[in-house]
């Protein structure tokens, strides 16, 4: 009676946990994003490398633990060794797997990771400074810099006792008021660096998380493929403060002939603001 209560028990709670048949996520949610640009599509096939090498390594390893307790047990009469054995042979072999193992495994992230950090022929590079609680994006070639910080609708539905139901706000916490525009098919070099606490710059289908560390630059690279624009979410991934989970990342990606009208938009409108007003022509004379 009490087991069936248990079992009972057991499957209402998986079904109060599992979600909904509706529900868009799945088993792969859990694994590493594939991402837009070609080097997070390889920094997500160095991690499947890995891990299958590791489930490999894990399904050998237990298999045999398992055998060995199934086939050398008390009931078969099998009688523990008491005395130290030394078998050269056996351990030179367990030394030299576990190497190859390695070096087969380090050759290709040595590789990888070489080119995360090749930002050499960059076609735009921009400044991105985190302070508590936003980001300030740089246009260093091009004369453009804004501020981007969580959005109006977010920001009121956090504040508490504000009455907003927050799944009644479109992308809540993942919005900006303005995200950061780049081109598609161009190599965008982030001179990444913080005004006051460290940050992160995270964007996962870039494949890109770097550090913002004030005093200090880092540098980080994507390459948006030509057939994907649009916009990408991403967070600070470093504790910075009591506002640490407000200061979301948005990225647009644009055609390049729409980033090039947006940013020739964007650098007119500070002179825009700053020209002087004209001056009135004057009134012909009364006659």
């Known amino acids: 009676m009490i087991r069936a209560k248990l079992v009972s028990l057991a499957l209402t709670a998986a079904a109060a946990l599992a979600p909904p048949a509706h529900a868009e996520s799945g088993w792969g949610d859990l694994n590493l994003t594939q991402g837009v640009t070609d080097i997070s599509r390889k920094i997500y096939d160095l991690h499947m490398l890995i891990f299958w090498v590791c489930v490999v390594i894990g ?61 050499s022929k960059t076609e735009l590079s921009i400044k991105v400074t985190g302070f508590q609680w936003g980001w300030n994006y740089d246009y260093l070639d091009d004369g453009v810099s804004y501020y981007s910080h969580l959005d109006r609708a977010s920001n009121a539905a956090r504040e508490l006792d504000s009455g907003i139901d927050p799944h009644s706000v479109e992308h809540y916490l993942l919005n900006v008021d303005q ?49 994907k624009p649009g916009l990408y979410r991403g967070q600070c991934a470093e504790l910075c403060g009591r506002d640490h989970g407000f200061m979301p990342i948005v990225v647009d990606v644009r055609s390049k002939a729409d980033f090039a009208a947006w940013l020739k938009g964007k650098a007119a409108q500070p002179k825009q603001a700053a020209a002087p007003a004209a001056t009135p022509a004057p009134a012909p004379n009364a006659s």
């Open 179 to 227: 995200p950061l525009v780049v081109p598609v098919d161009t190599k965008v070099r982030l001179l990444i660096t913080g005004a006051d606490v460290i940050h992160s710059w995270w964007v996962p289908a870039f494949g890109v998380k770097k550090d913002a560390i004030p005093g200090f630059v880092n540098e980080a690279w994507f390459k948006v493929d030509a057939d």
């Open 59 to 119: 399904v050998i390893v237990f298999g045999v633990m398992f055998w060995s307790i199934a086939t050398f047990r008390k009931s078969k009469g099998a009688v523990p060794d008491t005395t130290l054995v030394h078998n050269t042979k056996v351990e030179i072999i367990w030394t030299i797997i576990p190497v190859v193992i390695l070096i087969a495994m380090a050759v290709p992230a040595a590789r990888t990771l070489v080119e995360i950090e090749d930002t």
